[in-house]
């Protein structure tokens, strides 16, 4: 019988840092070794074994007694320098697609930073964000679903960027996302002619301010076009976080309830489902909900959500093409759309049967 080769704990503790590398975690140099003791629980003679590992692996450049290990990311044949690119999400909730992302780009030669904090978490501050920037000597970022103030912020300092959906039109910079302007339109009217006449979209700042986004301006204008009359009861402002969305809600079904909400991220989908159903409304008996993203997690739920579907594969590799562009020094700025579509679920019913149903919007 073969014998079983177990790790010992500087290998352990090399497949740990190797990881956080890896990841991005720490660029050009590795935190010093207390830090590493402190953080790890080992030794320091296994901290020593793990760096010498890595220094025979070529990952790590010593630099001399008591100054920190210097990174070396190897380029794995790419044709270009290796890039050390940011991703800012707009939350701190990661996505299946990001983490695809961040896999490519590794597998590539590149490196990729995630920020801790989403912009979002950060307020869509463009001084917090500035710092975050600063910080992670970065020589690209990807950023989701960015505002015009910090897309802005970016071009103005002659930062390369690519803006996963967010406010791009009109910038000179790279940017994709799924096509769902139409869609918006499409989900509309389907609520239209189902009886739904106060319907509410519950969006991220971006999407509303300083003025609404093409996908909110198609909302609005097909409610307009049904002779709908339109306000801030459709489009509500609101604090993005948990508390400020749990304001919305209570104030949106104080007195005149929706009839239809359509929230533009998953987690939103979730936390108004759980709202609803706590405070006894049905889902779609009393409220329609859409959700215009899409989630893994949809496929178990029941009734099914009705949702816009993209494909994120086509996002991942047209970032893929940019970050390889930069490498080889070509300006990329180039912005395209993805296919998106609506799939049809169990969360969107007819208007509830009472005398408000025909009432416009309580603007």
Not at 182 to 200: A, D, F, M, N, S
């Amino acid at each position: 019988m073969p014998r079983i080769k177990t790790s010992t704990i500087p290998e352990q503790t090399a497949a740990h840092l190797r990881e956080g590398i890896a990841s991005g975690r720490w660029v050009d140099e590795l935190p010093g070794r207390e830090q590493l003791v402190a953080e790890f629980g080992v030794s320091p003679r296994s901290i020593q074994k793990a760096m010498k590992i890595l220094e025979k692996e070529g990952l790590l450049v010593s630099q001399g007694q008591g100054r920190r290990h210097k990174i070396h990311l190897p380029e794995k044949g790419l044709k270009g320098k290796s890039m050390r690119v940011g991703i800012f999400m707009q939350s701190e909730l990661s996505d299946s697609y990001m983490l695809e992302l961040r896999h490519q780009l590794n597998e590539a030669g590149h490196i990729s930073i995630m920020p801790r904090d989403g912009m979002e978490d950060l307020y869509n501050s463009v001084k917090r964000v500035e710092r975050v920037v600063r910080n992670a000597k970065a020589d690209a970022w990807v950023l989701t679903g960015a505002s015009r103030e910090i897309l802005q912020w970016f071009v103005e300092n002659d930062i390369k960027v690519f803006a996963l959906a967010g406010r791009r039109f009109g910038f000179p910079i790279a940017g994709t996302g799924p096509d769902k302007s139409p869609l918006y339109g499409e989900v509309t009217r389907k609520l239209v002619g189902l009886g739904h006449r106060r319907i509410v979209m519950v969006c991220q700042r971006a999407l509303r301010l300083p003025e609404p986004s093409r996908s909110a301006c198609v909302f609005l204008d097909t409610l307009q076009a049904a002779g709908i009359r339109t306000g801030n009861f459709n489009l509500p402002d609101w604090d993005v976080s948990k508390e400020g969305f749990q304001d919305l809600l209570d104030t949106l079904f104080r007195t005149t309830p929706p009839t239809a909400l359509i929230l533009d991220e998953a987690y939103q989908f979730y936390a108004a489902y759980h709202y609803l159903a706590s405070r006894n409304f049905r889902v779609p008996h009393d409220v329609s909900l859409v959700c215009t993203d899409r989630d893994p997690g949809f496929i178990w739920c029941q009734p099914s959500v009705a949702h816009i579907y993209w494909d994120y594969h086509p996002v991942v590799r047209r970032i893929m093409r940019w970050v390889n562009n930069l490498a080889r020094g070509v300006d990329d700025r180039r912005q395209s759309f993805t296919k998106a579509e609506y799939i049809d679920g169990g969360t969107v019913g007819p208007a509830p049967d009472n005398k408000d149903t025909k009432a416009d919007s309580p603007n």
